[in-house]
């Protein structure tokens, strides 16, 4: 067996590792364009922001011990020109020398990963604009942030433009205000985070403004200019930015030149097509990584998550086929996680405006939870939004922000979705608890209990987004059953305040022949007004989440 992997990093390189642990007799070639064969690209906006401090701990493996403990044939610094199919040889060149010659194959896997969307904008080429893909990027960056703040004279500190406020954008962002910079984000959707539902991003937009960067939405970069100060950003509103560093976030685009040359198929938008094998339509080539389309396993749709764990996953799966083992890839359902100063923002599977776009029946529901006991010390909120179907109850994706304990709670349910499992099974889902972990009744299984009820139709549940949806004289009674001290301090419009613990002396202030619409801060209060009414023939709901939900939308 001859195997040519054509890239490294994420997907190339672990496939070649996984090839020679279950073939010591095959040849292995691995190339590589750059000088790096495998690096950890996730790590790079930290090194910008310096809590990397040393560049070699990016650098996962060398081509000097995949030589030696792999028994592969590395070459770095040369590219894959073309595929000749017929033939089964593959056109290389050596970067350095210009040479140029072909090499067989009995079988390709291609991992030639993505590059940043650079837009054809004037300016783009100029010196201090920069994209953000390898070792040598972050280099070219890192250098000249240390270079505007070695020349900085005066308390004006230097003007960072970061395009974009995905992922890779917000990361950069914290770690250049992290090292004195004035930062702006330009983003053209009207929230951050856009794989976020746009509820769910307002905590991180609050996060990013209390640290001083000015984030504006709606807005795009049209071009750049020179001027005495550095850099001018000329931008879709009208406006321009003075800038001495810019940075392009705005997503990433399959390298997929090869596969399309080759005759290979490709998605509208760019991903290569392959089986659950990881196979193209060439079943000797295969294709892994961020170049490919793959298949969300909530929705069925075809879809591109570039991320490096799925990566590694697909590039061991091709492997295992190539040899013979038994080799299904299942899909990407996009479980990520980004830390923006002190929030953490992470998702599994479908957001809401991904199941309204395929047309998936869902129901929603948020909690507010803590991510430890309340009575240890240090305890930290969190908001969780779990869609789930309006049949069964099967999970269908989940969002968090907050601080500590995010991660664990998104992690949870990515694997409860994985395992096929439904809104029932959170509420018997068995935790690890200690007070400064958790809580007895874990957020896990609060949001199955939330869910659970609302389906058994012992909670009757109207979402915000319905609420603020309707005209003032369409809408149900509001019925805020906080304290009045709370109702004082902010409320929805047009509510009226009987606290709960009030609530089955007064019924009688309340009208039977109009619906009501209950709620508390978080949910819980409003769902024991909830049950108080129905109880006491009222035509009662409780709006999902309470006054914090409404204070994501608002």
């Known amino acids: 067996m001859k195997l040519l992997i054509i890239g490294g990093v994420a997907g190339g390189a672990s496939a070649a590792a996984r090839a020679?642990?279950?073939?010591?007799?095959?040849?292995i070639i691995l190339i590589e364009r750059g000088p790096d064969v495998s690096f950890a690209n996730c790590g790079l906006p930290y090194f910008v922001g310096g809590e990397i401090t040393d560049r070699n701990k990016l650098l996962v493996t060398s081509p000097e011990r995949l030589r030696t403990r792999f028994k592969l044939d590395v070459r770095t610094r040369t590219s894959a020109e073309s595929i000749n199919r017929a033939n089964r040889t593959v056109r290389l060149r050596e970067l350095d020398s210009g040479r140029e010659y072909d090499e067989s194959y009995d079988r390709i896997i291609l991992a030639p990963g993505a590059a940043p969307i650079r837009p054809p904008l004037p300016g783009l080429e100029l010196p201090g604009i920069f994209t953000l893909r390898n070792l040598q990027d972050v280099?070219?960056?890192?250098?000249?942030?240390?270079?505007?703040?070695?020349?900085r004279h005066s308390n004006v500190p230097p003007r960072a433009v970061v395009v974009g406020a995905g992922?890779?954008?917000?990361?950069?962002v914290e770690g250049l205000v992290h090292r004195g910079l004035h930062s702006t984000v330009i983003e053209l959707q009207d929230q951050a985070l856009p794989p976020f539902d746009k509820e769910m991003s307002t905590p991180i937009t609050e996060t990013l403004r209390r640290h001083g960067v000015d984030l504006l939405l709606n807005d795009a970069a049209q071009g750049f200019e020179t001027s005495a100060e550095g850099l001018l950003v000329r931008l879709k509103s009208g406006g321009t930015l003075s800038a001495d560093l810019?940075?392009?976030?705005?997503?990433?685009?399959?390298?997929?030149?090869?596969?399309?040359?080759?005759?290979?198929?490709?998605?509208p938008r760019g991903g290569i097509r392959v089986n659950d094998h990881l196979q193209t339509a060439d079943p000797a080539i295969y294709a892994v990584g961020d170049a490919i389309e793959v298949r969300d396993p909530v929705t069925g749709t075809a879809t591109q998550v570039p991320l490096a764990g799925p990566a590694n996953r697909q590039g061991r799966l091709a492997a295992n086929h190539i040899f013979g083992l038994p080799a299904h890839y299942r899909g990407t359902q996009g479980t990520a996680v980004v830390r923006v100063f002190d929030r953490v923002a992470a998702c599994t599977g479908a957001a809401e405006k991904t199941l309204v776009r395929t047309g998936t029946p869902f129901r929603k529901i948020y909690i507010h939870p803590a991510n430890h006991a309340?009575?240890?010390?240090?305890a930290e909120g969190m908001s969780l939004k779990l869609l789930f179907s309006p049949t069964g109850g099967k999970?269908?994706?989940?969002?968090?922000?907050g601080g500590a304990g995010v991660d664990k709670r998104i992690d949870v349910i990515a694997v409860a979705i994985q395992a096929g499992m439904t809104v029932f099974d959170l509420e018997e889902?068995?935790?690890a608890y200690s007070p400064q972990f958790g809580s007895a009744k874990d957020p896990v299984n609060m949001a199955g209990f939330v869910a659970s009820g609302l389906l058994r139709g012992e909670h009757p549940q109207m979402d915000m987004n319905e609420i603020l949806a309707m005209s003032p004289p369409d809408r149900p009674l509001l019925l805020d059953v906080r304290t009045p001290e709370e109702f004082e301090a902010g409320s929805l419009p047009e509510a009226i305040n009987i606290p709960v613990d009030e609530l089955r002396n007064r019924l009688a202030e309340l009208q039977k022949d109009r619906k009501i619409a209950a709620f508390c801060q978080v949910g819980?209060?409003?769902?024991?007004?909830?049950?108080?009414?129905?109880?006491?023939?009222f035509d009662v709901v409780n709006i999902g989440g309470g006054y914090r939900t409404y204070r994501l939308f608002v």
Not at 258 to 267: F, K, P, T
Not at 524 to 536: C, D, K
């Open 20 to 27: 020679r642990r279950l073939s010591e007799d095959a040849e």
């Open 139 to 151: 280099d070219q960056i890192k250098s000249a942030v240390d270079r505007l703040l070695a020349q």
């Open 167 to 172: 992922f890779i954008g917000l990361e950069l």
């Open 246 to 267: 810019v940075v392009l976030g705005v997503g990433v685009r399959p390298e997929n030149r090869l596969a399309v040359e080759a005759g290979l198929e490709v998605g």
């Open 374 to 378: 309340g009575y240890y010390p240090g």
């Open 395 to 401: 999970i269908l994706g989940a969002q968090a922000v």
């Open 429 to 431: 889902v068995e935790l």
């Open 524 to 537: 819980q209060r409003g769902y024991l007004a909830t049950r108080i009414l129905l109880q006491s023939g």
